[in-house]
């Protein structure tokens, strides 16, 4: 199964991927880590565009076709990465859980993005600015929302557990 949680920064994806990741055992991959990582090599001079995505995608497929659950954690802003998502799922044989995680009160929101401190050595974390004016399609096709304004943290990883084990239940594996 890959399970791909999407949102703007800063309204708690990471959090709920580590979380979900430690409870059920699965390979946790970052998109901001990898892209870091592709920054800091002496090979990349220019825009990073979408290298990072693709790696991402590489890594989870190949993770997928040894039988493990693969939380991706990335923004996902646009139809095109959603759609590259359900692709890498298909190549593998697996299904795909697309979460979207929001914040529906942009003044907490705001206070989170503005107050976090990064974990990724060399990382720039985004400002409010750069949040608000970020590329954000709306979402086109039936997903899982996640509201952290409203839901606890324990209450978005067991609603995702929930819905793994429902897509798990409907294709008679287990999970």
Same mark, same amino acid.
């Given at each position: 199964m890959l399970i791909v949680l999407s949102g703007l920064p800063g309204v708690?994806?990471?959090?709920?991927?580590? &979380?979900?990741?430690?409870? /059920?055992?699965?390979?946790?991959?970052?998109?901001?880590?990898? &892209?870091?990582? /592709?920054? @800091?090599?002496?090979?990349?001079?220019?825009? /990073?565009? @979408?290298?990072?995505?693709?790696? &991402?995608?590489?890594?989870? &497929? @190949?993770?997928?076709?040894?039988?493990? /659950?693969?939380?991706?954690?990335?923004?996902?802003?646009i139809q095109l990465t959603r759609d590259a998502w359900l692709n890498a799922a298909t190549r593998a044989n697996v299904r795909a859980l697309e979460v979207e995680i929001r914040s529906s009160d942009l003044a907490e929101h705001r206070r989170h993005v503005e107050e976090r401190t990064g974990d990724i050595a060399g990382h720039r974390l985004p400002t409010w600015n750069d949040v608000t004016a970020r590329e954000y399609a709306p979402w086109d096709r039936e997903h899982l929302v996640l509201d952290t304004s409203i839901v606890a943290l324990d209450d978005c990883v067991a609603a995702i557990q929930h819905a793994l084990h429902q897509a798990s239940s409907r294709s008679g594996t287990a999970g």
């Open positions: 708690g994806k990471t959090t709920i991927a580590r &979380e979900l990741a430690r409870r /059920i055992g699965a390979v946790y991959l970052r998109v901001d880590s990898i &892209e870091q990582a /592709i920054r @800091d090599s002496a090979i990349m001079s220019g825009p /990073i565009n @979408d290298a990072g995505y693709r790696a &991402e995608y590489a890594v989870a &497929e @190949d993770n997928l076709r040894l039988g493990r /659950i693969v939380i991706a954690d990335s923004v996902n802003p």
